[in-house]
Nanobody
Framework: QVQLVESGGGSVQTGGSLRLSCAASGYTYSGRCVGWFRQATGKEREGVAAINRFGVGFYADSVKGRFTISRDNAKNALYLQMNSLKPEDTATYYC???????????????????WGQGTQVTVSS
């Protein structure tokens, strides 16, 4: 059984940083496409970043240059480093694994099998 647990969310001021983590049980990140998503109140869920099996990251335009997705295969850990945070980054952030259909470089349009429960990120101005 696959379980994903996000952590690292919190409240920060504009310009601050947070690092989200996603711990997996029953699943190995190495060599697979995995992603981070977010959903703000009243908005649709969007793909923030994904990393393919070769370690190449793909990012939403809104976070390029500020967010970095990474994976530590030795620790079987997935991270999202978020810098220069803005109030519009406020959302619940989720990790997801196992693409059922679609492409890793377009995470929003892909279908993902397993999701974490989410961690809240709040950025105040």
């Amino acid at each position: 059984q696959v379980q994903l647990v996000e952590s690292g969310g919190g409240s920060v001021q504009t310009g601050g940083s947070l690092r989200l983590s996603c711990a997996a049980s029953g699943y190995t990140y190495s060599g697979r496409c995995v992603g981070w998503f977010r959903q703000a109140t009243g908005k649709e869920r969007e793909g923030v970043a994904a990393i393919n099996r070769f370690g190449v990251g793909f990012y939403a335009d809104s976070v390029k240059g500020r967010f970095t997705i990474s994976r530590d295969n030795a620790k079987n850990a997935l991270y999202l480093q978020m810098n220069s945070l803005k109030p519009e980054d406020t959302a619940t952030y989720y990790c997801a694994v196992e693409i059922v259909s679609g492409d890793c470089y377009r995470p929003t349009k892909a279908q993902w099998r397993y999701w974490g429960q989410g961690t809240q990120v709040t950025v105040s101005s």
